[in-house]
RNA sequence: GUCCCCGUCGUCUAGAGGCCUAGGACUCCGCUCUUUCAAGGCGGCAACACGGGUUCGAAUCCCGUCGGGGACGCCA
């Protein structure tokens, strides 16, 4: 059997962390067996969905590589068909006409709430002669639900989840209005699209139960359910904006690489034995939902960091010039030119191995770039301080006279300087460190001299000389 | 409140009755390498929620308790 996923977020927002999880799952899957991922924009609610965030949900996905089959449906679009599908029911006396108000309800939810019961509609219309209706309202579709008995999920996750149909009440399928409700339009949608699979937050197994009544009233094939559990913040509640249920382009933002986001995403709450570096192309060959757990995890920004750290490490240095790039031009607010882009590539393997994130990559790599004379932190200050200064005094005359300006034989050159001297090498080269990166922590100083190349390091040593 | 789900180191997890003196990863702490900071290597701290069963034997099965989460809309 050919697989069809989907990913159906609802536009109201931007894409967060949890949805891009889901998404990832599906995508997964989709690609496991060689099946489909669809996307289905769930804007049926017009007073909350817009197309900015129909956008965030599209940029989102594809900065996670997590690109869908085909076009993306809307659901409002369809609200025809789902409308038609509930008249049907109608027709047939699966579903009914439901007169109550508003007030009506509200009521019915205050009195069961006051017994302790769940809030369930009560059927008043369900046998309720439709002549009796009161004048100039306008009629809810419900279904008529089973109201005996017992509604299975099989999930592939969960397992078997019996649920008692008088759990369930008779739900609105059409408003008012007219406009068709979630649950009908998921049914609906899913059914027409093909959708085998449905793989989706764990927020939704109640759901799965009164979806399937409608799926079984309409005669219509159940899909496999996979309800995954959802992801929580550090206090162990659901992730809400609360603690940072942030959107994926705010990941983006602090510099995470897609591929770590998804490593991590991918780990949290699946697991393949002690594996934690999986490559997208082992994860497509390995990922299946008997590897997916049933308790909910909780979002740790430090793995997620060290997986970025790694990546970072495994990323192509010319990749991470142009990203480090773009970061310092906002920075620095100015373009950077030919030979920081150079220095920037051959400094990268020190670089890369010191960087955490992006925002990390482009900080440390700042000094490459900027131009004379370069600023200096406070630890570099106290570096060149009396001694230190004499110390870069002494390296500018040996260095100006050194012919191979390469790594190792500049390595010689001041090693040799400091046993003549008789300082230590560190008593040298931090001095020269402060001078040539303005700090005190960098890839090793030779390396930078090597990159910086003679007459930028010659220049940096004199501006240090000549501050007043 | 009702229903559903969950409960292994701080966190993510391995574990499907003996292989468990419970393994890996992150974090943290040492040591090592070293011109700084990292990365790397080595080592350490740290968990089966609790109580009953079942069994020769339970982290694994059953029951209960406690704890956590989710769902209870003419929202999605």
Not at 182 to 198: A, F, K, N, Q, R
Not at 229 to 257: N, T
Not at 454 to 466: A, P, V, W, Y
């Amino acid at each position: 059997m050919s697989v069809v996923c989907r990913f159906a977020p609802s536009p109201t927002g931007f894409l967060h962390i949890g949805g891009a999880r889901t998404a990832l799952f599906n995508w997964l899957f989709a690609r496991h067996y060689g099946g489909k991922f669809l996307l289905r924009i769930e804007d049926t609610d017009r007073t909350r969905s817009t197309p900015e965030a129909v956008e965030a949900i599209f940029d989102g996905l594809r900065w996670l590589e997590l690109h869908w089959d085909g076009e993306a449906t809307f659901q409002f679009a369809r609200a025809s068909r789902h409308a038609e599908t509930a008249r049907k029911l109608l027709a047939e006396g699966k579903a009914y006409r439901c007169y109550c108000t508003p007030e009506e309800l509200e009521a019915m939810r205050a009195k069961a709430k006051a017994e302790g019961r769940s809030m369930r509609y009560d059927g008043t219309w369900r046998e309720r002669d439709p002549g009796e209706a009161p004048p100039g309202v306008q009629p809810a579709i419900r279904i008529k639900a089973p109201q005996h008995g017992v509604t299975v999920i099989r999930d592939r996750v969960q397992g078997n989840v019996t649920i008692a149909n008088e759990q369930l009440d008779d739900m609105v399928l059409l408003r008012a209005d007219g406009t068709p409700t979630y649950m009908l339009s998921v049914v609906v949608d899913d059914y027409d699209m093909g959708v085998t699979h449905v793989i989706r937050g764990d927020d939704h197994l109640n759901n799965a139960a009164r979806q399937m009544q409608l799926i079984l009233a309409l005669g219509w094939p159940v899909p496999e359910y996979a309800h995954i559990p959802l992801i929580h913040g550090p206090d162990g509640a659901k992730l809400s904006k609360r603690h940072g249920a942030l959107g994926v382009d705010a990941y983006r933002e602090m510099g995470y690489l897609p591929e770590a986001v998804r490593n991590y995403l991918l780990r949290l709450g699946w697991a393949h034995g002690d594996d934690e570096i999986i490559s997208t192309a082992q994860a497509i060959e390995w990922f299946d939902l008997e590897g997916v757990g049933r308790s909910p995890s909780r979002f740790d920004f430090a793995k997620l960091a060290n997986l970025n750290g790694h990546y970072i490490r495994l990323t192509d240095d010319t990749r991470l010039v142009d990203l480090a790039a773009a970061r310092l031009e906002t920075a620095l607010a100015a373009p950077v030119d030919e030979d920081g882009r150079r220095r920037l590539l051959k400094g990268m393997p020190g670089l890369k191995q010191r960087a955490k994130t992006l925002v990390e990559l482009a900080e440390i790599a700042r000094f490459y770039v900027h131009r004379r004379p370069i600023p200096l932190d406070d630890a570099a200050i106290r570096q060149l301080d009396g001694e230190g200064r004499d110390r870069l005094a002494t390296l500018l005359d040996m260095l100006s006279a050194v012919g191979d300006w390469r790594a190792a034989a500049l390595e010689t050159a001041v090693r040799g300087l400091a046993e003549s001297g008789g300082v230590k090498l560190g008593q040298l080269a931090q001095p020269l460190r402060a001078a040539l990166t303005g700090g005190t922590t960098s890839p090793p100083i030779f390396d930078v001299v090597e990159v910086l190349g003679r007459e930028e390091t010659l220049g940096r040593i004199k501006d240090i000389l000549n501050r007043r």
